[in-house]
């Protein structure tokens, strides 16, 4: 039996179907962020988002840290992460981390008017009170790549379309 064909087919079944990438995303109805400053101190935080194709949205205050560091158009990282309660092993939760670049999008433009009213239907009415607000931005997350992790050497890279490309098998699992 030749291991290569057998460690293809095995890989090919383990490979988890595209859709359980977004699945993971439309579970939630917020987004972990994890953002530099000018000074490369580090800040995480989170926010109500939705996704415009392969883009996320956040409307965000001046008040919160992490919206200067997207504003001045700093990468980010943002993840998306199974519930502690609903996991069967703790290092091993299902998660999605995805690299981004953040730009602002101009107030009361066509896609500002339809990213918000996206929100509304989403979070509820109070996007109407913070849409006004002048401090709230909206920015958007742009998809670079990432990766998607859905139990032990179930490792995979992801694309800017969040769909899976490669297989991370046996990068740094090696048994000492």
Known sequence: MNHTNTQEEANRKA?????KVRELIDRHKSVILASVDAEGIPNSSYAPFVQVDNTLYILVSFMAKHTKNLAEGRRTSVMFIEDESATKQ?????RLTIE????????????????VTKLKETHGKVVDV???MQ??????????????????????????????????????????
């Open 15 to 19: 490979k988890p179907l595209t859709p």
């Open 90 to 94: 703790i290092y091993a939760r299902e």
């Open 100 to 115: 981004a670049a953040p730009s602002q999008i101009e107030r009361d433009s066509d896609l500002w008017n339809t990213v």
């Open 130 to 132: 913070i849409a006004d």
């Open 135 to 176: 401090d709230f931005i909206l920015i958007a997350l742009k998809s670079l790549k990432g990766s998607y992790v859905n139990g032990f050497g179930c490792a995979y890279f992801v694309d800017e379309n969040l769909e899976i490309i490669e297989h991370r098998n046996d990068v740094n699992h090696q048994a000492k």
